[in-house]
């Protein structure tokens, strides 16, 4: 059974910072995170190949950084100079065993955590 817990989601001022960890049990050659906002469709933020190579969506490039320390099983997002405009719930997502990352969208990917809210103000 594969299990993603995220964590680390709060509430920050306009500018602020904040660094969501998603522990997994079992590793995946491609895992990601992804966002939704009330009423709005869900959005691709991240993800990265077991290579350690990345991409991520338009709205947070240059902003945040994926990364995964593979010995102790966690995914991190570190989200900076956050936006109100970033406000969602993230969730943490592994792609089937097998397969490498393609394009950052959700029909792509399988397993899916539980979510964490990031809330910012103005």
């Known amino acids: 059974q594969v299990r993603l817990v995220e964590s680390g989601g709060g509430s920050v001022q306009a500018g602020g910072s904040l660094r969501l960890s998603c522990v997994y049990t079992?590793?995946?050659?491609?895992m990601g995170w992804f966002r939704q906002a009330p009423g709005k469709e869900r959005e691709g933020v991240a993800q990265?190949?077991?290579?350690?190579?990345?991409n991520y969506g338009d709205s947070v490039q240059g902003r945040f950084t994926i990364s995964k320390d593979n010995a102790k099983n966690t995914l991190f997002l570190e989200m900076n100079g956050l936006k109100p405009e970033d406000t969602a719930i993230y969730y943490c997502?592994?792609?089937?065993?097998?397969?490498?990352?393609?394009?950052?969208?959700?029909?792509?990917?399988?397993?899916w955590g539980q979510g964490t809210q990031v809330t910012v103000s103005s």
């Open positions: 997502a592994a792609r089937s065993l097998g397969r490498p990352c393609s394009s950052l969208v959700d029909s792509n990917y399988q397993t």
């Open positions: 079992y590793s995946r050659n491609c």
């Open positions: 990265i190949n077991r290579d350690g190579a990345t």
